[in-house]
């Protein structure tokens, strides 16, 4: 059974970092797989942050590039999402989501976080 837990998140001022992690168990790792970082404000649909795939190549949404970084640690099962500057825009709850199938920044992908909220006050 693949599961996703997420940790990390909070509240920030404007101009701060943050770092979530996603520790996945029961996803394997094979020669073609994605994983990847969402996030949803209230109102709003869900959208595509960072996707890295089996590859090593990113996708990288506009609206936060040159701001926000994923990675991952295989030996720990685990994927992270680097945010630095943080504006109040960023406020969401965010997701981490995993699939043996590059979906990039759709958010088509099987396998979910709980999610995690990050408050980014001005």
């Known amino acids: 059974r693949v599961q996703l837990v997420q940790s990390g998140g909070g509240s920030v001022q404007a101009g701060g970092s943050l770092r979530l992690s996603c520790a996945l168990s029961g996803f394997t790792y094979s020669n073609y797989y994605s994983m990847a970082w969402f996030r949803q404000a209230p109102g709003k649909e869900r959208e595509g942050v960072v996707s890295?795939?089996?590859?090593?190549?990113?996708s990288v949404a506009d609206f936060v590039k040159g701001r926000f970084t994923i990675s991952q640690d295989n030996a720990k099962n685990t994927l992270y999402l680097q945010m630095n500057s943080l504006q109040p825009d960023d406020t969401a709850m965010y997701y981490c989501a995993a699939d043996w199938k590059k979906w990039w920044l759709l958010p088509t992908y099987q396998y979910w976080g709980q999610g995690t909220q990050v408050t980014v006050s001005s």
């Open positions: 890295i795939d089996s590859d090593g190549s990113t």
